[in-house]
Nanobody
């Protein structure tokens, strides 16, 4: 089974920046869409940003203009550049990838998450 491993989460002051990474590995033939979700304590997991295989991107309204999602198709890695961070951006950030395995079956995998804390 494929694995997704997130990294880059940390404690940052309001107004600061972080860059998250999520690397996929395993028996993957192709990845269609990669997403970043986040979950704050006591809240539901929400979709933050999406990037398709054609590099079409989408963002939730609260992060537009501040966050940027990108991907390296050679490395099967997706990034989330987060600027002008606010306390409400804090939470566990999860990566999701969807595509085809080497056996032609569809997959949707999740990483274990990386913690982002925004506090002075």
């Amino acid at each position: 089974q494929a694995q997704l491993v997130e990294s880059g989460g940390s404690l940052v002051q309001p107004g600061g920046s972080l860059r998250l990474s999520c690397a996929a590995s395993g028996p993957i033939a192709s990845i269609d869409t990669m997403d970043w979700y986040r979950q704050a304590p006591g809240k539901e997991r929400e979709l933050v940003a999406t990037i398709t295989s054609e590099d079409t991107t989408n963002y939730t309204d609260s992060v537009k203009g501040r966050f940027a999602i990108s991907r390296d198709k050679v490395k099967d890695t997706v990034y989330l550049q987060m600027n002008s961070l606010k306390p409400e951006d804090a939470g566990v950030y999860y990566c999701n990838a969807r595509g085809l395995t080497r056996w032609g079956t569809y997959f949707s995998y999740w990483g274990r998450g990386t913690q982002v804390t925004v506090s002075s």
